[in-house]
């Protein structure tokens, strides 16, 4: 009876306290994702409590054609000359509103108006992951991040020519570029250096874990399946064209699937598959209204249906477990991620679908990571707490539209055993 009554608190505990909120918000364009989690252990009742933090900064990116660029030229360079076409101008009589009239009637020349920005990008972040097993390999888990992203030293290159009509000297020209962080206010937009934090989407994910043991060829052969709700909890900012938000935004369905393998008593293989389908939902957000337009810089808002693109993503580690001292542990992994392309449609069709949809920003984006790990486990079967720390590195080789930011950090938890 006691027993029983110990374990419908616990329960209680984990299903009141927001902690416990699983928050699956782990892939972004913008930074290298910590490395995806091993499989579940299946010892009935047992605590992981886990604490996560890390960073890291860059000034590159990929661009659209796999190419190492310039951090903010990720999608090409802004088409600035056009910035203002199909844009409702606040005041047609101010000085600044006309220049955004004036400039798409001066006619194309070479790359006239095209600016490719830089600077650098930083992230912090940190983690809370609680996973709390109960009986049958069933499992629940719980995990909070938080964000701190930091944009600073923006500068741009001006890729107009110094001759023919027209060029870099065109007075209209140069009154947009010496004065463009003052028009993008204007429209409630900044260019400048910023920082934007908060927390991450929660969800809630259930799982299941099963062992397979004592084989003639093998140690063991793990399986693991993974599946909740994602609930949008941070807020969607519009304010600055080059700082990423923090989370997804949407509602969603993640799902994973995990493999182990265990060899010789000290080589383990694992391999994931993880797909969230995020939900349609209307939102404001900066659209282009002009064909010409390209770039993050949009002046013009609306409220939209957003049909953002599936996030799917697949690994795979091989790990040598516990080979230093017993209690070291050594692990190499790849993953792929890539989120499809997003849709967006305006009610009421002012503009053109082909237009507002023909963006870059709203493209798929893909990424490949390298992850580094190793993992001092004080395992000692005699106490119910069984810490460890870990040191990782995960950094991006390759990819499209995405930053090229590595992520170096660390961990500590430990394993919890409890009996009944």
């Not at 047992?46 to 796999?66: C, K, M, P, Y």
């Not at 206010?185 to 910023?194: H, N, Q, T, V």
């Not at 080059?242 to 008593?265: C, E, K, R, T, V």
């Amino acid at each position: 009876m006691k027993a029983l009554r110990s374990l419908l608190l616990r329960i209680l505990i984990l299903f009141t306290c927001p902690t416990f909120l699983y928050a699956l918000d782990l892939y972004h364009y913008y930074r290298a994702p910590f490395f995806f989690q091993e499989t579940r252990l299946g010892y009935p009742w047992l605590t992981s409590v886990d604490f996560f933090a890390g960073g890291g900064g860059t000034r590159n990116s990929f661009d659209r054609n796999h190419n190492e660029v310039p951090l903010l030229s990720l999608y090409g360079p802004e088409n600035l000359q056009f910035i203002g076409q199909g844009v409702t101008l606040q005041d047609p009589s101010n000085p600044f509103d006309q220049v955004l009239a004036a400039l798409p009637a001066l006619g194309s020349h070479d790359h006239f108006g095209r600016v490719c920005f830089d600077g650098h990008f930083h992230i912090f972040e940190a983690a809370f992951s609680v996973i709390q097993n109960f009986t049958h390999g069933f499992f629940v888990q719980a995990y909070l991040p938080i964000r701190q992203l930091e944009l600073s030293e923006i500068c741009f290159k001006d890729q107009s020519p110094l001759t023919g009509i027209p060029n870099l000297n065109n007075p209209l020209w140069q009154e947009l570029i010496s004065n463009l962080s003052a028009i993008t206010k204007r429209y409630g937009l900044s260019i400048d250096a910023g920082t934007r934090s908060g927390v991450g989407d929660l969800s809630l994910l259930l799982g299941w874990t099963h062992t397979l043991t004592s084989t003639w060829d093998i140690d063991f052969f793990d399986v693991t399946l993974r599946a909740g709700i994602l609930m949008p909890t941070s807020k969607h900012c519009i304010n600055h064209a080059f700082l990423p938000q923090i989370s997804y935004n949407h509602w969603g369905l993640p799902a994973m699937i995990q493999f182990a393998l265990g060899l010789f008593d000290w080589l383990n293989f694992g391999m994931q598959g993880f797909v969230l389908w995020l939900f349609d939902r209307n939102q404001m957000m900066r659209i282009k209204t002009s064909e010409n337009q390209n770039g993050m810089i949009k002046l013009a808002t609306a409220c939209v249906k957003v049909d953002p693109g599936v996030i799917w993503q697949i690994g795979a580690y091989i790990k040598a477990d516990h080979v230093i001292h017993h209690m070291i542990s050594l692990l190499v992994g790849y993953s792929f991620v890539e989120q499809r392309s997003t849709r967006i449609c305006l009610p009421d069709n002012s503009i053109p679908h082909n237009i507002i949809n023909n963006d870059q920003t709203l493209r798929s984006w893909e990424q490949h990571t390298i992850h580094a790990l190793v993992e001092f486990d004080f395992v000692n079967m005699h106490h119910i707490a069984h810490p460890r720390l870990t040191i990782f590195y995960n950094v991006p080789v390759a990819g499209q539209r995405i930053f090229a930011t590595p992520l170096f950090g660390g961990s500590i938890g430990a394993e919890i055993t409890w009996n009944y």
